[in-house]
């Protein structure tokens, strides 16, 4: 119509093709592609990343505990001597042709102290500890788990000697071929059993590990090499809860009517985070 008009004025008109300009659609089409492009990248830089060793740290000493720490758990204490003794000095170990279970598994209900046994043990021993979880290596990205678990034993291999702890391990060494259990966990074991008796070797380290679900582990987890030597850390005695309530209570400031014996008394069954 302004053409039309303009024409009958007499004005002349320069009519060029500019092509179309971008419509609201067009413009969030590509917002959507930008942003797609930046998860994908996103993932292929976490992945590249997940697997870095620098997640696996040892315990710095200030946070090392020794066996006056750990209350009761006398049994078990006494079934990890031969462990301080070997990373004390593993030339002796050697010099005698005698070797150091190479895999301890810590079984017992939650709160007993396991994870405080090794602690403990590292501390008693002077070497470093590297602390991991089970649940760390679970990821949905293929072959990260498996990349971690390289990380860790390559972590270990150059601070031995030294413990690599794994607490819960029983989400990590579950048992093969059970229902609901995905390939990339499986592929995650087979590293583990790998990485324990490979051809890298594992010399100087003792690989400690908890859970309180021994009956969910794989047979190859518990074979000879690996998690051979098992620890039962129980519920505390009478007398184990009084070493742990005493221990809990050395900077309490308490009443003169409180008395560790009775409460040690009146509380069977309780672990000692429960005390």
């Keep these: 119509t302004d053409l039309e008009r303009w024409a009958a004025s007499g004005v002349e008109v320069t009519v060029r093709d500019t092509g179309p300009g971008r419509t609201p659609v067009q413009w969030l089409q590509g917002i959507v592609l930008v942003a797609a492009l930046g998860v994908v990248a996103y993932v292929l830089v976490r992945q590249r990343t997940a697997t870095s060793s620098a997640r696996f740290v040892a315990t710095p000493p200030s946070r090392q505990l020794t066996l006056a720490s750990v209350g009761g758990a006398r049994e078990a204490q006494a079934d990890l001597k031969d462990v301080i003794a070997y990373l004390r000095n593993p030339a002796r170990f050697d010099a005698l042709g005698a070797r150091c279970p190479k895999g301890v598994l810590l079984v ?146 308490l009443a003169d009517d409180v008395s560790l014996e009775r409460i040690a008394a009146l509380t069977p069954n309780h672990s000692g985070a429960e005390l």
């Design 108 to 253: 017992g209900p939650p709160g007993t102290g396991k994870t405080l046994l090794a602690r403990a043990v590292a501390g008693e021993a002077g070497c470093p500890v590297i602390v991991a979880a089970g649940s760390d290596f679970n990821e949905m990205y293929v072959g990260v788990g498996a990349g971690r678990v390289r990380a860790l034993a390559k972590r270990a291999r150059e601070a031995a000697p030294c413990i690599v702890f794994i607490d819960e391990i029983d989400s990590l060494g579950g048992r093969r071929g059970r229902p609901n259990r995905s390939g990339e966990e499986e592929v995650t074991l087979n590293q583990l059993l790998v990485e324990m008796d490979g051809m890298a070797g594992s010399e100087g380290v003792v690989w400690m590990a908890a859970t309180n679900r021994e009956d969910m582990l794989d047979p190859a987890v518990r074979r000879p090499g690996r998690f051979d030597r098992v620890v039962e850390v129980p519920l505390p005695t009478a007398a184990d809860r009084l070493e742990i309530l005493k221990i809990h209570a050395r900077t309490a400031p």
